[in-house]
Structure formats: C-alpha cells, structure tokens
C-alpha cells in the first residue's frame, strides 16, 4: 500500500499531512489559547468556571510553588490522582510549566497499583484528592515519593461553597477516610505560596518527556508509555484538521464524563479542546446519573465524548431523553467498540450521529475517527493526517486491502516508548516506527477502516476464529438486553466453546432460550454460544469498558486452572 492512498479519502478541506512540529511543546500551545482566548470558559465543574485567563494565572501560581519551595526539577515526574474536578488542569498545566513529566493516576487503584506505578515511574512527587489520601499514607515509605499535596473536592470553589462541599463530602456522605500524611501541603496553601511569585517557564524540546501514561495492565504488569511534547502536539493538531471546519473556535461546549486522567480524555479536553478555546464541562462521577443528566440540563452542549457503555446508561434515563440536543451537533466515542445498536438508539434520542474513533495508550492517542461530516457506520473511520496503517499476517507479512490481519500504524502520535522497558518495547515497536496494535483490522477499499477485535481476545472453535465484538453487537439488538460480554472457555470436543454474559434490563424476564435461539437465528454454527449466565453487572474499567480479562479469570478459576 502506498503512502498516497489515503490522500485522496479524506474530505474536501482537510489536508493529509500536519506539521508536527508547529509548537514546540504543550506550553507552546496553553500560551496562546489562553491569550486568544482569555475572557471565554475553560473548564466549569460543580458550578464554578474557570476562564482561559483564570487557568493560566493558577497553573502559574502551582508551577511557582513546585519551584520556589520543593526541591523538583524539570524531568522530575509529579504522579497526579484527581478524577474530573477544576484541580486536575491547574495541577497538570502548572507542572509542565515547571518543567514536570506528569505522571496521570487512576484515584481508583488500590494500595499495590499505586505502589507500583509510583514505584516504576520513578515519582517523586504526588497531587492527590483527600479521599485516596489514606491509600497514599500506606504506600508513600515505599516509594521515592517526597512532596505531596492533598486537595478536596471543593478547593476551588468560591469560599461559602467550598466550605459546603467539603464539608460534605467529608461528614455527611464520609467520603474522605482518615489520614495522617504529616508531610503534605494542602492544595489551597501551595497555591497561596504560589500566588503572584515568578514563573521560571520550560522550554521542552518536542522530543521531551510531557506524560508516562500507564496502560491497564491487561497484559502483564502495567507499563509506562512514554509521551513526548511532539507526541501529545502532534495528535492534537491530527483532530483538529480532520474534524475540519465542524468546531468553532472560541464556542464548542464539551461534556467531559471519561475521566482526564484517562489517555482518551486528557488529549481531547485538555489538547484539542484547549487549541480551540472551548468550555469543557468536567463531570465528576458519571455513575451517578441522576446528577449528571442534571448538569447536562444546565447547558446548550454542543460536543459530547464517551464511549459505549455511557451511550447506553444514558438513553435508558428518561430524563436524560427529555434534554434539549438541538445545539449537539457531534458526539465521538472511542475506548471500547460501539455497538450498531447503541448508535442508532442514540440517533433516535438526541438526534445525533456517534463518530467512533480508534485509538491506544502508545498513540497519545488517536490513530483514526470518522470524520463529522462523513461518518460510516460499523467503521473506525479514516486515519488521522500524517498516520500511516497497514495489517499483517501472524509472520509480520503486509496484507493486500479487505484482508483481516494485525492493524499497525505509524505517525508522530506514536510513543518514544514504553518507561525503562527496551524489551517490551522492541516486541511492539519496529525501528522504523511501526507499532503493532494487538487489534485485528480490515482496511477497506474506500481508506475506512473496521476492528474485528483484540487480538487476545479472538476464540477458537474448532479451528474457527471467532471475534466477540461480532457476537455482542448481535446480541445486543436483542429486546432486554442491557450490557453483555462474550468469551471462550475450555471445551474438550473444540478447544473452546462460546459463553456469554448478559445483564438485562430492569425489570425484563429475558431468558436463556430466548438468548440461545435469537444467537441461533443471526449467526453461523461455530459462532453460537453454548453457555450463557445471567448477571446483575459486568466488570468493567474505571472508563467503563467490559473486562473480558476478568470473566475469562473468573471461569478458569471454577475449573482450577491457575
């Protein structure tokens, strides 16, 4: 395949190449859009808004603190654990102004994840909100972590409030257990220490380290992609010339539900968003949907990122059907594969398309979308500008176009690396820039591009593969069906045999008959379940994604096999 073809696939308008280098490094970028944009919005959470300007002057006042009364210098690595509050993005900014690799956090790990992240990246400093603050006190004398700053939810809201919030989220719903971290600071002093103090700014080159983004682990131990200034630059100006003249610069009102600590997130609401001066509103816990929908009616939203799961929480809350959508006019999902089924029910809600899009922790990280305007269902669109794709078979050969093979791609977006790991490196990344995805792909005539699915997770029946993604977007057309998994479990006639996983919805008798005989009706022989189990939930990510990994586990350990 020649590095033209794709030249011609993408819409009037949008150039297929993007110069990677336009800003040296993310600082670069925040400068300006929060000149350009001063007075607009940035992020509001719990009520409060920052505005570009109001961003820029407290990331400065953090950044000072780091280097006017700690002992970090640039390169350090700051882990940073905040889910979606106005904290995140002061702390994040301010760290790449002093020159910090940041270092993102899940606040769900346990004790050991967090151990060993801290462990492996070397950190030596830690931001963190009060309520995993007791899991920081078990683990920091384990660590190199010296410096810690604590923050509450409310932190920055104006003074009554955040009394109120925090005061709530401590006493009443007890959501902040008890901690004795003598060393820390709290937030609000190390910002006042910052305040109005000179900013010594960095100046990365592109090739710097900017974030050690951890991936889940799902293979392993959790490792640690090494994303650079150019890496996180670059993907940034990828989006923006392939979603094209559809986002208003200055006016795009974004919901922001994936949490920014979140590879997915973090380059949409704190890059691309940021480039375009538009107002992200920060959902802090999008489980709980009642308080969701109920921020989502206090604003005319025009953008909405998320991923299937989400999509489908949401159209079953009658409230939330009752918004009004007439000022949405884009919705990307990305993270986990969407379900035919969950687009057009969400068509049918807010009246708009899902743009899904494809993308991994080690490509900063969108390798494809489908752009706004030209959407193909059942695709993961067209490869972002300057990104090259190819699929190979399981001897590293290049596969002819309509053959399913390995997807790999190469671009600017595509990491230095993964932290301290040659070895892991050199397994998914070739010298010359191609990196294997794990995914098995199709690349079509017309440059779009569709996902079978993860490579770990195919099934073997009988010599057949078999893709789960295939078996689940059927079984989720089935009335009833609310959330539902697929996997492959020993079988001693066909080395595996097809079990799926269904959680109906409330109040819905659907029964394993009825299961059995609607696979029966829409699939081949070989691709038929032969076990199915009924469950009140699945396992999923802190995004939302259904852990295979953890049901296959499950059903070996009832069979004893370690």
């Known amino acids: 395949m020649t590095d033209n073809f794709w030249k011609d696939k993408y819409p009037v308008g949008v150039a297929s190449e993007i110069d990677p280098d336009q800003y040296q490094n993310i600082q670069a970028v925040l400068k300006q859009s929060c000149e350009r944009f001063a007075d607009k919005p940035a992020f509001s959470n719990l009520g409060k808004t920052l505005t570009y300007r109001e961003l820029y002057a407290l990331s400065g006042d953090f950044a000072a603190y780091l280097q006017q009364h700690t002992d970090l210098q640039p390169g350090d690595r700051i882990a940073v654990q905040m889910p979606n509050v106005l904290q995140y993005p002061v702390v994040v900014f301010g760290a790449l102004r002093a020159g910090l690799v940041v270092v993102n956090t899940n606040p769900l790990y346990t004790a050991r994840e967090m151990e060993h992240q801290f462990n492996d990246s070397g950190a030596r400093a830690l931001v963190c909100l009060a309520n995993m603050a007791h899991l920081a006190e078990q683990v920091l004398p384990k660590t190199g972590i010296e410096h810690v700053v604590v923050t509450v939810v409310g932190d920055l809201l104006p003074g009554l409030k955040r009394l109120l919030v925090n005061s709530v989220v401590r006493h009443v719903k007890k959501m902040v257990p008890a901690y004795n971290l003598p060393q820390a600071v709290r937030f609000n002093r190390a910002m006042a220490l910052g305040q109005g103090k000179a900013v010594r700014e960095a100046n990365p080159l592109g090739e710097d380290l900017a974030v050690l983004q951890y991936t889940g682990g799902t293979t392993g131990v959790a490792k640690g992609a090494m994303l650079t200034h150019r890496n996180l630059v670059a993907n940034m100006l990828q989006n923006r010339e392939l979603m094209g003249n559809e986002l208003q610069e200055g006016s795009e009102v974004m919901i922001a539900p994936l949490p920014l600590y979140h590879i997915y997130a973090f380059n949409f609401h704190c890059m691309l968003m940021m480039l375009i001066g538009a107002h992200n509103i920060l959902i802090s816990n999008p489980r709980d949907l009642p308080a969701f929908v109920k921020d989502l009616s206090k604003y005319r939203f025009t953008g909405f990122v998320g991923l299937n799961t989400l999509f489908v929480a949401l159209c079953g809350n009658d409230a939330f059907r009752k918004l009004d959508f007439s000022a949405l006019k884009f919705t990307v999902s990305g993270g986990m594969a969407l379900q035919q089924a969950t687009a057009e029910r969400w068509k049918a809600v807010t009246g708009c398309d899902i743009a899904e899009g494809f993308g991994l922790t080690e490509t900063s990280p969108v390798v494809s979308v489908n752009p706004i305007k030209h959407i193909k269902g059942g695709t993961i669109g067209i490869p972002l500008p300057s990104t090259?794709?190819?699929?190979?078979?399981?001897?590293?050969?290049?596969?002819?176009?309509?053959?399913?093979g390995e997807l790999c791609v190469k671009g600017p977006q595509v990491m230095k690396g993964y932290w301290q790991r040659p070895e892991a490196t050199a397994e998914i990344l070739s010298e010359d820039g191609w990196l294997k995805t794990g995914d098995i792909g199709i690349i079509q005539e017309d440059g779009y591009m569709r996902i079978v699915d993860r490579k770990k997770d195919m099934i073997l029946v009988s010599g057949f593969n078999v893709y789960p993604n295939e078996l689940?977007?059927?079984?989720?057309?089935?009335p009833g069906v609310h959330q539902c998994a697929a996997i492959g479990v020993p079988d001693e006639r066909s080395g595996e045999a097809i079990k799926l996983f269904v959680v109906t919805k409330p109040g819905d008798s659907l029964t394993k008959?009825?299961?059995?005989?609607?696979?029966?009706?829409?699939?081949?022989?070989?691709?038929?379940?032969?076990?199915?189990?009924f469950r009140d939930s699945l396992p999923t990510t802190n995004v939302g994604k259904i852990l295979r990994r953890e049901l296959r586990d499950q059903e070996l350990k009832k069979l004893g096999v370690k």
Do not use: W
């Open 472 to 478: 689940e977007d059927v079984l989720a057309t089935l």
């Open 388 to 404: 090259q794709c190819k699929v190979i078979d399981d001897e590293g050969n290049d596969l002819p176009l309509g053959s399913v």
């Open 513 to 533: 008959e009825q299961v059995m005989q609607h696979m029966h009706d829409n699939v081949t022989g070989y691709k038929r379940p032969k076990h199915v189990e």
